[in-house]
């Protein structure tokens, strides 16, 4: 498929530009026999190969080949980044299969924070729309409370909390405060008080 000696810095390249176009067309199956031949062809694989071909299985719906692939890379010793993190956490968060993909998300996130990284917006946004679709109302809000303390700005994780709260109480089921909503009100308080014009929510 690429057509290039082992090895090569035109292999890496080629094989980056082939791949990159694949997270484009979604053709998440050509991305992956893309890595196997890479692997075949002896060319040197870097992080940024493994997150394309985890993004195009992500933006494929194929969340556990995007983990799979994301695996792969923690096998090879590559160093892991936010960048990596968040794909394999957004992949959980546009699988489809909602009560099974909230799990690994959170473990995804959990892994952020052991690998002494930082998670970010869009770590938070993904982590926390994952536990909305599966049902996992408390850990979403424990996941807002945790963002606003980092200092970030809820954006689309909000929208998907408030969408799931308007659900929940239009099904009947009263809308109970936890220990993760009080201590989201604690903080947005103490961002007001500070006088952040930041907060939205």
């Known amino acids: 498929?690429?057509?290039?000696?082992?090895?090569?810095?035109?292999?890496?390249i080629s094989l980056?530009?082939?791949?990159?176009?694949?997270?484009?067309t979604k053709q998440w199956s050509v991305a992956l026999r893309?890595?196997?031949?890479?692997?075949?062809l002896g060319v040197q694989l870097v992080p940024g190969h493994y997150i394309a071909i985890a993004s195009a299985c992500r933006k494929g719906g194929?969340?556990?080949?995007?983990?799979?692939?994301?695996?792969?890379?923690?096998?090879?010793?590559?160093?892991?980044?936010?960048?990596?993190?968040?794909?394999?956490?957004?992949?959980?968060e546009k699988g489809g299969q909602w009560q099974r993909q909230w799990q690994?998300?959170?473990?995804?996130?959990?892994?952020?924070?052991?690998?002494k990284l930082?998670?970010?917006?869009?770590?938070?946004?993904?982590?926390?729309?994952?536990?909305?679709?599966?049902?996992?109302?408390q850990r979403a809000l424990a996941l807002l409370s945790e963002m606003w303390e980092a200092n970030w700005i809820p954006t689309s994780s909000a929208t998907a909390l408030g969408s799931a709260r308007a659900r929940r109480a239009s099904s009947g089921s009263r809308w109970i405060p936890t220990s993760s909503a009080t201590t989201l009100g604690s903080a947005r308080a103490r961002r007001a008080s500070s006088g952040s014009g930041r907060l939205r929510c």
Not at 130 to 135: M, T, V
Request: aromatic content about 6%; overall charge neutral.
């Open 1 to 12: 498929m690429l057509g290039i000696g082992r090895g090569s810095r035109e292999g890496v």
């Open 16 to 24: 980056e530009a082939s791949i990159k176009n694949c997270g484009r």
């Open 34 to 40: 893309l890595l196997r031949e890479g692997l075949r």
């Open 62 to 92: 194929q969340w556990q080949h995007a983990l799979s692939v994301l695996s792969d890379m923690w096998k090879a010793k590559l160093e892991p980044n936010v960048i990596s993190y968040n794909v394999g956490i957004s992949a959980c």
């Open 104 to 115: 690994p998300a959170l473990a995804l996130l959990s892994e952020t924070r052991e690998a």
């Open 118 to 137: 930082d998670p970010n917006v869009i770590s938070y946004n993904a982590g926390i729309s994952a536990c909305e679709k599966g049902e996992q109302w």
